[in-house]
């Protein structure tokens, strides 16, 4: 490394996730489409200071860890690596404590699995060691009331909540004193606090945040998932329209919403115009809303010699009132005429106008094979990506 960090994170993500359960390690399981690890990491570097950043991973999910770091790292992957775990959370963390760099002065240990720790914690705890020079812990005070019970489950005594708390990571360090005390320690411990503090250091707690909960359980997983999508929390959905239709000598044409003097019209109930006509089917389609027919009836009078921007109109409002918002659309078009690359701009600002939201379009030819080479009709397809409130 060529670069001097006076600060290391060593971020534990080598346990099984046995409580959790699913088929693989609790760190590479994803909140809201993101992987715990990466959650975690994403606190980790938003530290003011720089730090060494090491990775404790299980042997079998190394490539997994090196992906999801280096994304995590981008320009500051020299500052980032990757280790093999142990059995136990303290053998994880000795393995880190193994790989520190020589310039590193403080040690943190966070734990993958509180996911959404804020980078504010590890500054807080970066600064009380650096002021104090001894170990430091966020902790929350405990709301429960807390009873002492006996062997059988009798109520023995209430334990006064003033004096306790309940402990998060990142636990931080001076370094020497930290790999000392593991050097040292001859048991399992439940924190590096705890063994630090058995191990003759002093430990001070400062105040914590309800964001870094650990992730143990299925409802903490879900927890941490409505707490990143709250309300307004939105997800993406997608869907695909095609139309097509034969050229008619005699219609004028219409494309894309636009009147195209001089082009061969085409066919068709409406309008013709098989750009609008796709992208109201991709709309429809994405919202599973049905397709133009359902949603317009094709024999419906109402809807002869129509203009596609109609039928975008009406579908725009139908997904708003369905809680969707639209995202962009993208429309090829397949055939021989007319020549689109001169209206592309003007097309493109018209459609995007009418659904209120990015359109882009591009043509095609198909080297003169089938209907379209022949020059007998004109398809378009139409992906369109929504947005849905949930
Ligand atoms: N950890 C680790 N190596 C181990 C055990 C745990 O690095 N041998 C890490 C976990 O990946 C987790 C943190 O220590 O980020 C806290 O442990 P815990 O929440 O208990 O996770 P698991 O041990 O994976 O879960 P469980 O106890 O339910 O199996
Ligand atoms: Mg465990």
């Known amino acids: 490394m060529s670069v001097n960090p006076a600060v290391a994170v060593i971020v534990v993500a080598a346990g099984s996730g046995t409580r959790l359960g699913g088929d693989i390690p609790k760190a590479f399981r994803e909140v809201a489409g993101v992987p715990i690890l990466e959650h975690a990491l994403r ?24 992906l999801i770091l280096g ?16 059995a136990t959370r303290q053998a994880s963390v000795a393995a880190g404590i193994a790989v520190l760099a020589d310039s590193v002065r403080i040690v943190l240990v966070h734990d993958a699995a509180r996911a959404l720790t804020p980078s504010t914690q590890f500054d807080d705890v970066v600064d009380s060691v650096a ?9 929350l005070a405990v709301a429960d009331t807390i009873k002492r019970v006996d ?85 993406i959905r997608v869907g695909v329209g095609v139309d097509v239709h034969a050229y008619d000598d005699n219609a004028e044409l219409w494309l894309a919403g636009l009147l195209w003097p001089g082009e061969a019209g085409l066919a068709g109930h409406s309008d013709g115009d098989a750009v609008a006509h796709a992208i109201t089917d991709a709309l429809l389609g994405a919202a599973g809303l049905g397709d133009i027919g359902t949603m317009f009836g094709t024999d419906d009078p109402r809807f002869a010699q129509a203009r596609g921007e109609v039928f975008l109109i009406a579908t725009r409002e139908r997904l708003i009132q369905a809680g969707f918002g639209i995202e962009n659309v993208s429309v090829q078009i397949i055939g021989n005429t007319p020549r689109f690359t001169p ?48």
């Open 151 to 235: 062997d059988e489950e009798r109520i023995v005594e209430t334990v006064d909540r003033d004096e306790l708390r309940a402990m998060q990571t990142p636990q931080g360090f001076p370094r020497h004193a930290l790999a000392q005390g593991y050097a040292d320690a001859e048991e399992e411990y439940t924190d590096d606090a705890a063994l630090f503090a058995a191990t003759g250091g002093s430990v001070a707690v400062i105040p914590g945040d309800a964001r870094a909960f650990k992730i143990t359980t299925p409802w903490d997983l879900n927890r941490a998932e409505h707490l990143l999508r709250p309300e307004g929390g939105e997800r």
């Open 343 to 390: 209206r592309r701009a003007e097309a493109e600002a018209l459609l995007s106008g009418l659904i209120g939201a990015p359109v882009s379009l591009s043509a095609t030819t198909t080297d003169r094979l089938g209907f379209a080479g022949r020059g007998e009709g004109l398809t378009a397809i139409a992906t369109a990506a929504l947005r849905q409130r949930h």
């Open 131 to 139: 002021a104090g020079g001894r170990g430091i812990v966020p902790g």
């Open 43 to 66: 606190g980790v570097f938003g530290m003011r200071r720089e730090a060494q950043v090491i990775v404790v991973a299980p042997e079998a999910f190394r490539g997994d860890a090196e």
């Open 71 to 86: 994304h995590a790292a981008g320009d500051a992957s020299e500052y980032a690596s990757v280790v093999t775990g142990g």
